[in-house]
């Protein structure tokens, strides 16, 4: 079965969702999964340096696997006291499955963890269902990047402020509880 087979077929197996670091072994599977999702996605040599500023504590990634698949990943850039989303991405046959939810969640803890005040992103204009994601976690538009996208899309800028306060750690436990922490 081809990789994008593979990616576009579900797999009803009931595996549990196990969240980890993103190791270099798991390239392969991410770049499958960019290559259906974005117009251009990251070239592997992106994704190595990536890592490289994960061991430096400058960025943080995390993939997703259901069994053996790698059906997900999510990254964060720290800057100045808060964590800049920088990709969430699902194999699209697991899309709308709760993978997002549990990255999204997982990354805001390490936010957290990081003593980062705040949380941002850009989203496309287009993807009114990552939009709705987004705001369940409480990050609200207030800004626009006029043709972000490949110099032909608007991306929506969305922030969510006080991450480290009891009231978001709150909602990031009621939104999934399998992520949460003390």
């Known amino acids: 079965m081809s990789v994008l087979s593979r990616l576009l077929r579900r797999s009803d197996d009931g595996a549990e969702l196990v969240v980890d670091v993103l190791k270099r072994r798991d390239l392969a599977a991410i770049q499958a999964i960019e290559q ?6 990251w070239t592997p040599n992106v994704f190595l340096s990536e890592i490289e500023l994960s061991r430096r504590g400058e960025r943080h990634y995390l993939v997703a696997h259901r069994g053996s698949e790698l059906v997900g990943y999510g990254g964060l850039m720290f800057v100045v006291g808060d ?3 920088t990709n969430l991405a699902c194999a699209p046959a697991h899309q709308r499955t709760g993978v997002a939810t549990r990255l999204l969640a997982e990354l805001a803890w390490q936010a957290i963890e990081r003593d980062c005040g705040a949380l941002t992103l850009e989203v496309r204009t287009s993807n009114v269902g990552a939009q709705a994601l987004y705001r369940s976690f409480g990050f609200a538009p207030v800004g626009v990047r006029q043709r972000y996208y490949e110099n032909v899309e608007d991306a929506i800028v969305m922030w969510c402020h006080d991450v480290a306060d009891a009231p978001f750690r709150d909602r990031l436990r009621e939104l999934c509880p399998e992520a949460a922490r003390g």
């Open 36 to 41: 259906v999702s974005y117009p251009k996605p």
């Open 83 to 85: 964590a800049h989303v």
